[in-house]
Structures are given as C-alpha cells and as structure tokens.
C-alpha cells in the first residue's frame, strides 16, 4: 500500500509539473510597469531645449517686414543622450541660411551653430510711425515628425555690446516663445513647430520730431490766419489754403514708406483730423470774406471773435483724444494682452 500511495503522489506532482510549464506566465505589477514604462520611452519624442543668442539685427525694411539677422542657435537634448540628431530649418528665413558650426556639439546632447540669414517677421502698421515689430525665428525639423523630435523654448537673449538696431528698443519683458503643432495634409503626421521672438518699439521720440512734429508744426502756422485783421481776408485764405495744400503732400510723403493696409495706422487718423481742422480754417476764411464783401463788417468781426479761440483749441482737444483714445490706451491694452 505505501508503494501504490508513493507512486500516485509522484504522479500527481508529474502532472502538476507538466501543466504549470505550459501555464501562461503572469507577469507581477511591478515588472509589468517597468517593461510598459521602457517601451513608452523606446517610443517617445527626443525633446531638445532651443536657446538664441541675438547678436545684431540690420537692414530692417517695414515696407516688406525683413530684416537681416546674426545670432547663435542652440539645442540641448531635455533627456540626455538622445536618440535622434536635429535636422533644424528656420522657415521664416527668405534666402537661404548661412550656418557655421560652432565646434562644441557633443553628438545627441548639444548642438550649437551660428546662423546668419534674411529673415521676414511679424509687422503691424496699426500704431505707425510708433509701431512695433516681432523679431522671429521659427524652426521645425526637416526630416522627424512630432512623435521623433520636439522643439521647446528655453530662451532668446541678446547680445548687450553687438546687438543695436538702429531706431529700435529691445523690450525683453515680451519675448518668448511656444511650441505648436503643423500638419501637412495628413493628420496622423504631424511635425513640431518652435517660434521664437524678439519684441522691438520703436523710439517714440525719434518717430514723434520726424514725423508728427512737422505736421503740427504746418498746422500751427495755418493758425497764425486767426491772428490776422479781420479785413486781410485775401492774405488769410492763402495761408489756409497753402497750409492744406502742404498738409496733404505731407501725409502722402510720410505713407510712401509703409505698404497698402486694409485699415488706417495712427498716423492716418491723426491726418484726417488735421484735414478737418485746416478745413474748417479754410470755410472760416471763405465766410469772413464773403461778409468784408458784402460790407457786414459787424458780422465779420463777430465770426472771427468766436473762431480764433474756438477752432485752435478744438485742434488741442482733437489731438489729445486721439494720441490718448488711439494710441497710448491701446498700445497698453497690446502690451498687456502680450504679456498675459
């Protein structure tokens, strides 16, 4: 009986033996994460940090929004090493990229170049001749879509002893920059695009004396007609009319070096309430010569005793309104809504 009984137990345990080896493995928590978690890592996008140095900036032309730009282009892999290599483009860049390698790459973890280029960037007319300009760089891989390679912002800086655009201030308080994602027509292909920017104003004062200076200077001579006699009417009108004439070339002249907007810049709604004034000038001289006349002396007196206040500080009210209203309130509101 002990034989029989040690001879089902071994068979048992056989049989245990033989089904357990064929069993599915189950693999425990923890090992199951850890596998999931290289495979997910096998797969995931190199991300590289981009960085700018700004050395200069010249040959800024806001009639086609160019300009030329010198500066150090920087990647550094967020997860050394990497598994893939960069094959950056710059985009924005209009005729081909000049780029020298700096000789301090370490391969799959930094990469640095100096690149010089023509560039075309972001300009708005809206606040023209105090308008502003967006200074960008934007770069996508040529070759690695955005599940291989990703671009994101580190930082853009400039040179402090190179970089001077002249007639132009840095305010850095606006750069950035941001990663976005581009498809070329098929949806399941997408590629990482960075932009980076520099944020450029104009010198208020250097724009203020060479343009709007000089129109209010011809209007303050126009205003000189109020402090004639009331009886030089002939001489009066020439003034006005002189002044009209020189106001409009003036404007004509200052719109020469902007392109064609669908909308009107600064200094179009600063001019056409200058029109309104030189022109309500010009029916004041018409009416006070057509009263000295008819002999209405009285008359003529009267309306050149109401107008040569009135209408001079009508122009003051007019021009307050629209540097507060049309420009200072609302470049504000734009900072703001940058920065936010």
Request: aromatic residues 16%; contains cysteine; hydrophobic residues 50%.
């Amino acid at each position: 009986m002990k034989k029989i009984f040690a001879y089902h137990l071994i068979f048992l345990f056989a049989v245990i033996f033989v089904l357990s080896a064929f069993a599915p493995m189950r693999i425990a928590p923890k090992e199951q994460h850890a596998r999931l978690a290289r495979h997910t890592a096998q797969i995931s996008a190199d991300v590289y940090n981009v960085q700018v140095i700004v050395l200069n900036l010249f040959d800024i032309d806001l009639n086609a929004g160019t300009y030329s730009m010198d500066f150090y282009l920087m990647f550094s892999c967020a997860d050394s090493p990497c598994e893939r290599e960069p094959k950056w483009d710059v985009l924005n860049s209009t005729s081909g990229l000049d780029v020298q390698d700096q000789g301090t790459s370490i391969p799959f973890t930094y990469y640095e170049y100096r690149v010089k280029a023509d560039m075309i960037g972001r300009v708005d007319y809206t606040y023209y001749p105090f308008d502003y300009l967006y200074v960008d760089v934007y770069i996508e891989d040529k070759e690695y879509s955005s599940d291989e390679i990703s671009y994101e912002y580190s930082s853009i800086i400039v040179d402090p002893y190179l970089f001077n655009p002249a007639g132009w201030f840095h305010n850095k308080n606006y750069d950035g920059g941001t990663t976005y994602v581009i498809e070329y027509g098929d949806p399941d292909i997408t590629f990482d695009r960075l932009n980076l920017w520099l944020f450029l104003e104009r010198d208020w004062f250097g724009a203020f004396m060479k343009t709007v200076f000089a129109a209010i200077v011809i209007v303050m001579i126009g205003m000189l007609s109020y402090l004639m006699k009331t009886n030089a009417t002939t001489e009066r009108l020439a003034l006005v009319s002189s002044t009209l004439v020189a106001i409009v070339l003036y404007h004509i002249s200052l719109v020469a070096g902007v392109p064609a907007t669908g909308y009107l810049t600064f200094i179009d709604k600063f001019m056409i309430w200058t029109y309104l004034i030189v022109f309500l000038s010009l029916v004041v001289s018409v009416m006070m010569m057509v009263l000295v006349n008819e002999k209405k002396q009285e008359k003529a007196e009267r309306l050149h005793a109401q107008t040569r206040w009135l209408v001079p500080l009508l122009w003051i009210a007019i021009m307050a309104y629209v540097f507060i209203f049309e420009l200072i309130i609302p470049y504000k509101q734009l900072l703001t809504s940058i920065s936010a």
